[in-house]
């Protein structure tokens, strides 16, 4: 069977192209990998050569690339990082159920890529490192922006995405795999969907594919966003309370979000200055569904360096 080619700064028309965007040239984007430890690297993808002013946080089982169109509607220098067994880094994806650990990990990326960012943009997943990141390292979150993801949240959408996650880590070709993804991600596009694939999953020489967060994966299920027995999402809203930086919530307003009223009102009275922000026609993964809207808030929430 004939492989698919595949090149990942090849694609960026696409994005231009499905949400209007001007694409007079490809944007200037390169992948770096950083060590952050022996043995073990992070990769990421660093945008625009100018001093990074954003870092970009993927949710589970996602990507750097997730956040492709909207670092094109920024138009601004940032640092988009693959999570420890996602992407390109090294790692499993069991390792990203330690928050900590990966907190640490990705400060030393952070440190390495983007020490003066203006803020945090965490996704899902890594709304929640950016938090454990607060706490690890303070002197390099000067501002949050939690993209649909807070300490509590809908059990029931959640298990959806870890069916997803928890699904074959392997599929015999790729209809199959755009398929399954389809029949999980009914708010997106196909094109966009197809797009996602490619820069999330490996095809292998007999024209399979497979996952890359599923490359080193062990026989036990994973889920999404981590364990979240109820001290530890105590835990967790004790560190929203102690931030001294402003803080933005986005929140997806379609039934896929894993947020409801209720979480919105619990992060208001435990931050009563916390911004927030509803994306009408987006579902957990805001930054596809909806990623001008998304790129707007943040551009207008983050100042310019």
Request: no cysteine; proline share 7%; hydrophobic share 45%.
């Amino acid at each position: 069977m004939a492989l698919l080619e595949y090149d990942e700064f090849g694609l960026f028309h696409e994005n231009a192209a499905e949400f209007g965007l001007p694409f007079d040239a490809p944007p200037v984007v390169r992948r770096e990998s950083v060590a952050v430890r022996p043995g073990q690297h992070l990769s990421a993808l660093v945008w625009g050569s100018q001093e990074p002013e954003l870092v970009l946080l993927h949710g589970g089982g996602q990507n750097a690339h997730t956040w492709d169109t909207v670092a094109m509607a920024l138009g601004r220098p940032l640092v988009a990082i693959d999570l420890p067994g996602h992407g390109h880094s090294d790692g499993s994806i069991r390792e990203s159920l330690s928050l900590e650990a990966m907190a640490v990990d990705v400060a030393t990326v952070v440190r390495t890529l983007a020490p003066n960012a203006s803020a945090v943009v965490g996704m899902s997943l890594g709304g929640l490192t950016t938090l454990a990141l607060s706490k690890e390292a303070p002197d390099l979150v000067r501002r949050v922006v939690l993209v649909d993801v807070l300490p509590s949240r809908d059990d029931k959408a959640t298990a959806v995405i870890g069916a997803f996650i928890n699904g074959p880590p392997a599929f015999p070709d790729f209809d199959e795999l755009l398929q399954r993804t389809i029949e999980f991600n009914p708010t997106r596009s196909v094109s966009s969907l197809r797009r996602g694939i490619l820069h999330n999953a490996v095809q292998q020489a007999d024209g399979s594919w497979v996952w890359r967060h599923s490359r080193t994966r062990d026989a036990a299920p994973v889920i999404a966003d981590g364990p979240d027995p109820a001290e530890r999402t105590e835990a967790m809203w004790r560190i929203v309370e102690q931030l001294t930086v402003p803080l933005l919530l986005v929140r997806g307003m379609e039934p896929q979000s894993i947020l409801r009223d209720e979480h919105e009102a619990e992060l208001l009275r435990r931050v009563p200055s916390a911004h927030v922000a509803h994306v009408e026609g987006a579902g957990h993964s805001v930054q596809g569904d909806r990623p001008l809207e998304l790129a707007a808030l943040i551009d207008s929430f983050v100042p310019h360096i």
